[in-house]
């Protein structure tokens, strides 16, 4: 029986809180480990899983069952030279995190091993000492601290209301973009309001400047998380901590903004 594990036993499922999303596994470590030159080839592989997402209550596994057995770490499946494959991964790591769906994440990822994982040996802590492992650390890091504090990115992930894409078509420049949401929490937000992120992700290692994407409101959205900041180990390309969208629709959004995308990287914009 594959489908129902997570409905409940009244209703003739299984109970289960959660499912593996194996397909959703199987098809980003797929994408992510093409050339990019080739993944305008294979853009579905980003985009398919959000047509079955809500079927059951996922979690998306990255786990040890990836990283064992000759299939080799996260980092060694990455493509490119050793700055790409670093970015390549901050990369995966924040679809991950941003996409619905609970996250499993084996330990030691955020070490960006270049070894798979061996049950007979220590985890590599050295690696902490070298600037691109250790600003992998410091991403998975913030990232856990934003994720935690940011409810769009939680609140709704098994509501349809908590996702929504801006744009999954642009398979030329392999970008996707799309629009997290929860509602507001009276105790913290203004009069309730609904809390909104905007993730844009350029899955190719070519910066896109002026790069038009629409906004759900107009006004100032912070920058929250950039996959490429220095303190990271990319190139810090970015659009200097904000933006302002104008009341000019776009995607089928009222409002829109030309952002600067960092190579191979991921930005997150919370509404100001």
């Given at each position: 029986m594959s489908a129902g594990v997570t409905a409940p036993t009244h209703l003739g499922g299984l109970g289960f809180t959660f499912k593996w999303d194996m397909g959703w596994m199987h098809d980003t470590l797929a994408y992510m480990s093409d050339d990019p030159v080739h993944?305008?080839?294979?853009?579905?592989?980003?985009?398919?899983?959000?047509?079955?997402?809500?079927?059951?209550?996922?979690?998306?596994?990255l786990s040890h069952d990836e990283v064992v057995h000759g299939k080799r770490s996260l980092l060694a499946k990455m493509p490119g030279d050793r700055w790409q494959r670093f970015a390549n991964l901050r990369l995966l790591l924040a679809y991950l995190y941003t996409r619905p769906g609970k996250k499993l994440l084996f330990m030691g990822t955020e070490l960006a091993p270049e070894r798979e994982w061996d049950h007979d040996r220590s985890l590599d802590w050295h690696l902490t000492a070298d600037p691109a492992h250790g600003g992998v650390r410091r991403f998975v890091a913030d990232l856990g601290t934003f994720y935690d504090a940011e409810p769009a990115l939680w609140q709704a992930d098994h509501d349809v209301a908590g996702f929504h894409w801006i744009d999954c078509h642009d398979a030329e420049h392999s970008v996707i973009a799309y629009l997290r949401?929860?509602?507001?929490?009276?105790?913290?937000?203004?009069?309730?309001?609904?809390?909104?992120?905007?993730?844009?992700?350029?899955?190719?290692?070519?910066?896109?400047?002026?790069?038009?994407?629409?906004?759900?409101?107009?006004?100032?959205?912070?920058?929250?998380?950039?996959?490429?900041?220095?303190?990271?180990?990319?190139?810090?390309?970015?659009?200097?901590?904000?933006?302002?969208?104008?009341?000019?629709g776009h995607h089928g959004q009222p409002a829109s903004a030309a952002l600067t995308l960092p190579p191979l990287g991921a930005l997150v914009l919370e509404r100001g």
């Open positions: 993944r305008r080839y294979h853009h579905d592989r980003l985009t398919f899983g959000m047509l079955y997402a809500y079927s059951e209550k996922f979690i998306l596994p949401r929860a509602p507001g929490d009276p105790g913290r937000d203004a009069g309730g309001s609904e809390r909104m992120v905007v993730c844009v992700l350029n899955f190719t290692p070519v910066p896109r400047h002026g790069y038009r994407i629409g906004f759900p409101a107009a006004g100032r959205w912070h920058e929250r998380l950039n996959s490429d900041a220095a303190v990271y180990g990319g190139s810090n390309l970015g659009n200097a901590g904000e933006i302002v969208a104008e009341p000019v």
